[in-house]
C-alpha cells in the first residue's frame, strides 16, 4: 500500500508571494502519478497539477510548478506570485500506474492555505 | 473535461436507515470512483467501480454497508446503509476520462453529497 504525507496543516502568506507546499510519498510501484488538487470552500475539487513519475522534468502549470524527486519520493508544489483566489486545502494525491486506466487516488491530510491582502 | 452532478447535494437522516447517492456524468466513462470525505479529514477511497462488473472496495469498507451500482457509461449510486453518526461525512464521485483532458488520467470530481446523520 502506498502513503502520501502532506506535514504543514496549514500555510499563511501575503499575496503575491510565492509558497511551497510539502509532500512526500512511500511506494513500492515504480509506475505511477503524482497529482496535486485545490479544494476551495465550494469544496468542488479541481486539479491543480500532475506528474508522471517516469518522466525527469518537472510539471509546470502558470504558476504553479512542481519539484518532483524521486529517489526521496518528494512532491513538492510551488505557487507564484499567490492570488487571493488560490486560498483553499491542496491535497497531494498518488495513482498507480495500472496501464489499463485509471486507479483510484490515495491522498495526503492536505494543507489549508490562506493568501492575505 | 466531465460535468458530474450528483444528488442530493445534502441531506439529514436519522440513525438506521440508509440513503442512496446518485451520480451523473456528462459522457460515458469507464471507471467511476467514490470516495468518503470525514469532517475536517482528507478523502479516502470507498470502493471503484466499473459498468458490468462488480464494484471493488477498498480496506474497511465492506459492500453490506456501501452497495453500488452502475447500470451504465454515466451513471452510478452508492448507498449509505444502516446509517450511524460516524457516516456523517462528504461523499464524492470521481470518473477518469482518459483522453478527453490535457491531463491524461485525470479524474474529475463531482460536487459531493454532505451527509449528516443523527
Known amino acids: 500500500a502506498q502513503t502520501v504525507t502532506q506535514s504543514q496543516p496549514e500555510m499563511s502568506v501575503q499575496e503575491a508571494e510565492t509558497v511551497t507546499l510539502s509532500c512526500t510519498y512511500d511506494?513500492?510501484?515504480?509506475?505511477?502519478?503524482l497529482f496535486w488538487y485545490k479544494q476551495p470552500p465550494s469544496r468542488q475539487m479541481i486539479l491543480v497539477i500532475r506528474?508522471?513519475?517516469?518522466?525527469?522534468q518537472n510539471a509546470t502549470e502558470n504558476r504553479f510548478s512542481v519539484n518532483f524527486q524521486k529517489a526521496a519520493k518528494s512532491f513538492s508544489l510551488k505557487i507564484s506570485d499567490s492570488q487571493l483566489g488560490d486560498t483553499a486545502m491542496y491535497f497531494c494525491a498518488f495513482m498507480k500506474g495500472s496501464g489499463g486506466g485509471a486507479d483510484g487516488l490515495t491522498f495526503g491530510k492536505g494543507t489549508h492555505l490562506i493568501i492575505q491582502p | 473535461s466531465a460535468v458530474i452532478s450528483q444528488k442530493p447535494s445534502r441531506d439529514i437522516c436519522q440513525r438506521g436507515t440508509s440513503l442512496t447517492i446518485q451520480c451523473q456524468v456528462d459522457s460515458q466513462v469507464t471507471m467511476m470512483f467514490w470516495y468518503r470525505q470525514q469532517p475536517g479529514q482528507s478523502l479516502t477511497l470507498i470502493a471503484t467501480a466499473n459498468q458490468g462488473s462488480e464494484a471493488t472496495y477498498e480496506s474497511g469498507f465492506v459492500i453490506d454497508k456501501f452497495p453500488i451500482s452502475r447500470p451504465n457509461l454515466t451513471f452510478s449510486t452508492l448507498t449509505v446503509s444502516n446509517m450511524s453518526p460516524e457516516d456523517s461525512s462528504i461523499y464524492l464521485c470521481?470518473?477518469?476520462?482518459?483522453?478527453?483532458?490535457?491531463?491524461?488520467?485525470?479524474?474529475?470530481f463531482g460536487p459531493g453529497t454532505r451527509l449528516t446523520v443523527l
Open positions: 506528474q508522471e513519475a517516469y518522466k525527469q
Open positions: 470521481s470518473v477518469e476520462t482518459s483522453g478527453v483532458s490535457k491531463f491524461y488520467n485525470e479524474q474529475f
Open positions: 511506494t513500492s510501484e515504480n509506475n505511477y502519478y
